[in-house]
């Protein structure tokens, strides 16, 4: 028999960790809110029975206020599930349990995993769980799903619990009384309303009430509701706000947590008073402090980058450097010619695959290391922080707060960025939130900074590098601000964020973290990255005649990039090659330095790559270079990234407008800083 089990809890309740123990999955662990935007499904691990779980999105309730309520209340809905896994944070019962109460509504089977209980010990606290499953009426497990801690327990649990209920021998106790006499006296009389005029509908009787009750118009239109139903039901509704001097929806909620208060009172024992300063409120004094907070979080920042472009990250990179010039670019030359391979087979894996390839996969342990300190960030809740500080600073420029968790995620990539800003419920402040993520540095872009700031920015590297990233940042910013008073107008949504206490990362999670972002850039060394490799040695090496040229300038490659590069002669790099490097970039921002390989280096890694550095250094100057990583960080995204922004926004005008204005803007910023930095005597 097949079992389908749906995951659903609050952000930050480790749902997702859950997930990934009990499918085996590798899907990203975070320690901050709007981390699961749609439902992931996968099969229990080490199980004779076939059961699926679906990791349905983080929500707080499942009012129909952002699209991971919708998601999650529509598929309880439409799947029914055979038992819902409520994960609730053992440390927060006081918020978590109010989405507890919600799904204990819909009447499906439900198991609840009470989660993180080593904090509970660790803080001497104590749950009384037999009096918990006798005051709600549900089964529950207590779990610590970093560790992997009752974890076969729930499952078995939920698995008996979903056997039952499909023999019909699941005993169900009576329905803890959460509202008081007159509001259930409401309910009852208006489910009987409900019940008589929609005849064999398939849903709670119960839930359907309730959301009528609040006006809920979605359910309204779900299920038809006619106008002789609703003028049945408005006398309840106008009964209850009148007594209680509130509308329906504010009253039933302030209920809802009275009754969790008294939940709680009853059946946890804390050795601290529960209006304590805990470790996570005395490190916020500091981290969220509106004098220390931005500071602080750039210094962090220049810290990443700083370990990162500094000493581990330039040991590990020239390590990968000796390995590609020593051992594969010697020992395949020599294989091949000993092999008598024809001169163009030779040029085109050693010049074109070999040097193409190789030479963005040297930067890949400082991308590994990037990912991994930015894991420890977000998973130990800085990052959920940051956002906060960040909403402040973006309302003064019009922006949402929500903005920064998109923006967050380009880091990463772009592509899921983007995918991220469904979160945002005003479609101006989606649409704008969209054009610019981009400018954030997504991992692709890292191996164009690494090449130049060696070529370049030797004694400083990483402060340049840092000093690009924080560029890109900037102009979201003015972009923002710009954006905001003239297409965008209006104001932004509200930003509500429940901050998690700090937390110490697992290495298994931080492991899943760094290498889910990595392998992403390893997958396009293998495919994309090899693929334009080979396109570009053959577009460097014939003419349009499709013979074999001996100097570029006179390729195909080379006509095209002559043709475009006056676009880029104000901006200090009008040379062929650099155009053709920014062109191909649209196919991905790696393939920029694949490309210097082939043109510049001759394909050859050679010497720690030192041979495509000193090429570089006869086409640039230090202030092109910065002017070039400058254009690199902001002109239009690759194509994957743009498919994700024509589906985001479901308009090819708004897509063409978005990446028009991330060009127009790159080739602007790049100008000023060539032309200023010309001005000011800089070369």
């Keep these: ?156 649990k939920a698995l008996q619990v979903a056997k039952a209920a499909s023999a019909g021998t699941l005993i169900k106790p009576p329905s803890p009384a959460i509202f008081t006499e007159m509001i259930e006296k409401c309910i009852e009389e208006t489910e009987k309303i409900l019940t008589s005029q929609i005849k064999g509908a398939d849903f709670n009787s119960r839930w359907m009430v309730l959301k009528l009750l609040e006006s809920d118009e979605k359910v309204i239109a779900r299920i038809n509701a006619s106008e002789a139903l609703l003028e049945a039901i408005k006398p309840y509704r106008e009964r209850l706000e009148k007594e209680y001097d509130n509308d329906v929806e504010s009253i039933l909620a302030d209920e809802r947590y009275r009754y969790i208060s008294q939940v709680v009172s009853r059946t946890v024992k804390r050795k601290r008073p529960s209006d304590s300063m805990t470790v996570s409120d005395k490190i916020d004094l500091i981290v969220t402090n509106r004098f220390l907070a931005i500071p602080l979080f750039f210094a962090i920042m220049y810290i990443v980058f700083k370990l990162t472009f500094g000493t581990v990250g330039t040991f590990a990179v020239e390590y990968i450097e000796v390995f590609f010039s020593e051992t594969v670019v010697g020992q395949l030359s020599a294989w091949l010619e000993a092999a008598g391979a024809a001169d163009w087979l030779q040029s085109l894996i050693v010049d074109g695959i070999v040097g193409g390839v190789g030479s963005v996969l040297i930067y890949i342990p400082q991308i590994i290391i990037l990912f991994f300190f930015l894991a420890i960030l977000e998973d130990s809740g800085y990052m959920a922080r940051a956002a906060f500080i960040m909403d402040y600073f973006f309302r003064k420029l019009g922006l949402s707060g929500k903005s920064f968790i998109p923006m967050l995620l380009g880091f990463g990539c772009s592509v899921p960025a983007v995918m991220a800003t469904r979160t945002l419920e005003d479609e101006k402040d989606r649409r704008l939130t969209i054009i610019l993520t981009p400018f954030m540095s997504c991992g692709a872009k890292l191996p ?110 080379g006509v095209i990039g002559k043709a475009i590069a006056p676009i880029f002669a104000p901006l200090g790099f009008g040379d062929w090659r650099a155009a053709v490097a920014i062109l191909s970039g649209l196919l991905a921002k790696e393939v920029v330095v694949a490309t210097f390989g082939i043109l510049l280096a001759v394909g050859e890694v050679a010497e720690g790559s030192m041979e495509l550095i000193a090429a570089l250094q006869t086409y640039f100057t230090p202030l092109k270079a910065y002017a070039f990583m400058a254009f690199t960080l902001l002109y239009m995204p690759c194509i994957a990234a743009f498919g994700a922004i024509k589906r985001e926004m479901n308009s090819w005008k708004w897509a063409l407008f978005a990446v028009g204005y991330q060009t127009l803007m790159a080739w602007l910023v790049a100008f000023l800083i060539f032309q200023v930095g010309s001005i000011l005597g800089f070369s």
């Excluded at 944070?89 to 499906?108: I, P």
């Excluded at 209006?490 to 899943?512: A, D, Q």
């Design 448 to 557: 164009v900074y690494a090449l130049f700031a060696a070529a370049f920015f030797v004694a400083k590297q990483s402060r340049v590098v840092f000093s690009i990233y924080l560029l890109g940042i900037l102009v979201a910013i003015f972009s923002g601000f710009l954006l905001k008073k003239t297409v965008f107008k209006g104001e932004s949504s509200p930003f509500v964020m429940e901050l998690p206490p700090y937390r110490v990362p697992t290495f298994k999670n931080l492991m899943i973290h760094m290498w889910d972002r990595s392998k992403d850039f390893i997958t396009k060394a293998g495919t994309v990255i090899f693929a334009a490799a080979v396109l570009i040695w053959f577009l460097q090496s014939f003419n349009f005649s499709f013979q074999m040229v001996e100097d570029p300038a006179g390729s195909i490659l």
């Design 1 to 156: 028999m097949s079992l389908k089990f749906a995951l659903v809890g609050n952000p930050n309740s480790g749902k997702t960790c859950l997930f990934n123990e009990l499918t085996g999955s590798t899907q990203y662990v975070g320690n901050w809110p709007g981390v699961t935007v749609e439902k992931k499904e996968g099969r229990v691990k080490k199980l004779k029975e076939d059961v699926k779980i679906v990791d349905l999105p983080g929500i707080y309730s499942l009012s129909p206020y952002s699209l991971e309520e919708v998601i999650a209340r529509d598929y309880l809905l439409d799947e029914k599930p055979d038992v819902i896994i409520n994960i609730v944070d053992a440390t927060n019962l006081e918020r978590n349990l109010y989405l507890t109460t919600q799904l204990m509504e819909f009447g499906l089977p439900m198991v609840v995993a009470l989660n993180m209980m080593d904090e509970i010990e660790a803080k001497g606290d104590r749950i009384d769980i037999q009096a918990l499953e006798q005051t709600m009426g549900i089964a529950f497990v207590p779990t610590v799903a970093t560790k992997g801690k009752g974890i076969n327990e729930l499952i078995q």
